[in-house]
């Protein structure tokens, strides 16, 4: 876990033989197959709507575990604690996935890294389950694009 929030750990898609010979695709399908215009337009794009849906989300890493727990546990945003905007991002989360956290964090006692990691992994978790057009819905709606 420390080598991953450190940014130390091999890529897990190249520590195995599956991973390289994947690799080995990826590579080939980037410099033969994948090399129009448009399909170079459409990873641009894709590229942009994930870092600002991650970018959007991480506002939820940058909060208090203790409000995030307020969150989960009451349903509801603190009081008098000007995370508005919080509040609203969080009530996009899956009800599911943050159930699946809950398990995870209810009663363990967990280290503040622990806890953070966990919440890093719903967010990531969430963007990446997000099809293609729920994707670009959502950061078109965050960048005001259209409601």
Known sequence: LN???EGTAQPLATSTEAGKSLE???TFARRHIYTSPEAHRIEIAGSTIMSGLLDHYSKLLRISRE???HFIEHDAMPKKSGLDLEW?????????MLKCYKHFTHSK???PIEEWALRA???IDFVSGLTDASARDFYQNFMGISL
């Open 3 to 5: 080598a991953f929030l």
């Open 24 to 26: 080995v695709l990826n």
């Open 67 to 69: 409000n995030f727990q």
């Open 88 to 96: 609203r991002i969080y009530k996009q989360l899956s009800r599911r």
């Open 109 to 111: 006692q967990l280290t």
């Open 121 to 123: 992994h719903l967010v």
